[in-house]
């Protein structure tokens, strides 16, 4: 049995100062306080980033397989648990091999574990952002039919035409549907969201601007309770005052951070040339393509910006994450949950990441 003391351990019920989580067979199996030193300052659930794109030089679009085991490694080495890779729109007869590549990428033994795909396009609405390849026309259900069961989120553009009968479909399947890259206005987004859709995609970037006639997509996702909204908290992509602004409609229990990270360092982000400038991945025009963001980051960028307190953007990278994937048994520090956790220091750096109760870094 491996047991792991911390000064403060966030649990389901909050914060237990100076205490022990005991792991057997991958699972917490028991919870207390002790009187004994401890050996970290903080003992969180372990992140789950629901877009990632690519990481450092690899980027998940074009690179070999072969070199999804180091993204996944330098991914945990920053507290990440679980993720889904996510692939930018590229041309629809790209998609089947690459999902292929990812269900056998998924059952290694690569550090975090896969839950799936997060395919952002390639049916996005008229943000486009940097992505090249997106799909021309109305959004074709019949190569919905067509995607494996890898998929756990699509992002689309509910303006789209064909979009709410995609929505019905890929709903009833049991995918996630989040809307993003999209100037909708608030009708089609009411009829998207009645129709399904659950998620807004990295919410401010590539979304409606909200004006005081129109609040649009994300003006309405913000007042929607039963909408969550993905949030890219990098200091580049939303403004804190913004950032509070959404975190305050939505509530910590609707906000999800994710890192939107891209394969900078390789110089593109799928076809799109990027590179880093001030921190944060740009095209030749200077607009954002991904980030060069990582959970860890985001969670101090928001806490030292009083968007959230600890606790709230712990939960945000783990327990609603977790909630919105329907994956109870992850995200979440209890009795009999899956002993994925990571220790932080006072500066709330990763000092070490456990999944399934074994130790990664």
Known sequence: MTAISADRILTAAGWLDKAEVSLADGRIERIESVSRPVAFSYLAPGFIDIQVNGFDSIDLATSSPDTWPALALGLVSRGVT???????????????????????????????????????????????????????????????????????????????????????????????????????????????????????THCFNATTPIHQREPGLTGLALVRDDVYISLIADGQHVHPDILKIAVRAKGPERTILVSDSSGWAAGALGATKIQLIDGAPRKSDGGLAGSALTLDAAIRYMVNNEVLRLDDALRCTSTVPAQLLGASEIGVIRIGAEADLVALDDNLQVVAVWVSGKQIV
């Open 82 to 200: 679980s993720w889904l890779p996510t692939l930018i729109s590229r041309p629809l007869d790209a998609y089947a091999a690459w999902l292929e590549d990812v269900r056998v990428f998924a059952g290694g033994v690569h550090g975090p574990r896969v839950l799936g795909v997060h395919l952002e396009g390639p049916w996005l609405g008229g943000l486009v952002g940097a992505h090249v390849d997106v799909a021309k026309g109305s959004i074709d259900v019949e190569w919905c039919r067509s995607l494996s069961s890898t998929v756990r989120i699509v992002t689309l553009g509910p303006e789209r035409p064909g979009a709410i009968e995609a929505i019905e479909y890929l709903c009833n399947r049991g995918i996630i549907v989040a809307a993003g890259h999209s100037n909708a206005n608030r009708r089609a987004a009411q009829r998207a969201f009645d129709a399904g859709v659950s998620l807004l």
